[in-house]
């Protein structure tokens, strides 16, 4: 069983701009494109986990639902998913313990971790095994931290490193 | 012309731990090692500008002055370089525009630009014209951050990444 986070990141580790805004992950060409083993990746986990703000960024692109596999919405304020994605989400409530816990009882076992709160929440209980971080060369100078406070340090190992499209930098990282 | 950042840093960009320490850069191999091109990376530039901080730290580290270039240390609350350094460093005052074009004037053409606030104030400035990162496989998780706020996004293009030692990313960008 293991929690795994896939994610596009600036140089200064901004997952969207100060405005919110992910037009600059579209600047270059996208990162989340099968050279980059997203395909492979997402046949590999069970199930997605997100925060409300993540999740409510996806609903508001329009078009297609991205994801094949289900999705599980950490909210407390959210009462209910949108009713032309009830086969596609759900909402979950719990600490990142009880999170686990539940979906691993359930059958999901391998679990991608999505969203900047989300992922420092379950960075800050230990329960992140593995980091896919792909950084984009560029300083946006604020907006959505992907990383935050930590109480103390946390060691992973490199799995691996590539460079992809010429100018992003792949790295695999497991605790 | 050029400046430019060579710098080790954690996968959350800190360049020292919560309690201003560096232990954690030793815990791997040293990666201000010949292996890593720093040798290489002085040899070629002409000058470093670093702030008080990172004087200071450096001060305080003891043993042989690890520099062959002059130091510029850009401080207004430091009065005196400490006697057994005078040959080896000397105060500067100004903004990164002056800092440059003085030391620029001086024939001093490629500077090193280190330390935190030195290289967020020269970033804010556009004055980075480079940059080496070797990101280290932990979260800090506070401490230290290498990067700042930016009035406006900064792009970079990739020269190159390299594996170091298995474990450390290093990547050189260019504006």
């Known amino acids: 069983m293991s929690n795994i986070v896939f994610i596009g990141t600036s140089l200064d580790n901004y997952i969207a701009d100060k405005q919110g805004g992910l037009e600059w992950l579209t600047t270059l060409p996208n990162p989340e494109q099968d050279d980059c083993g997203f395909a492979a990746f997402m046949d590999s986990v069970d199930a997605l986990v997100m925060g409300r703000n993540t999740f409510e960024t996806l609903c508001g692109f329009g078009g297609e639902w991205p994801y094949s596999k289900p999705v599980f919405v950490l909210s407390r304020s959210l009462h209910a998913i949108p009713e032309p994605l009830q086969d596609k989400a759900q909402l979950i409530q719990g600490s990142p313990e009880e999170v686990t816990r539940q979906l691993n009882d359930k059958g999901f076992r391998r679990l991608y971790i999505d969203g900047g709160q989300t992922i420092q929440s379950f960075l800050e209980a230990g329960l992140i095994d593995e980091m896919i971080i792909s950084?984009?060369?560029?300083?946006?100078?604020?907006?959505?931290?992907?990383?935050?406070?930590?109480?103390?340090?946390?060691?992973?190992?490199?799995?691996e490193t590539k460079l992809l499209l010429g100018s992003i930098v792949m790295s695999h990282y497991r605790r």
């Open 135 to 159: 950084r984009l060369p560029v300083l946006l100078g604020g907006g959505t931290p992907l990383f935050g406070e930590l109480a103390s340090p946390l060691w992973f190992q490199l799995v």
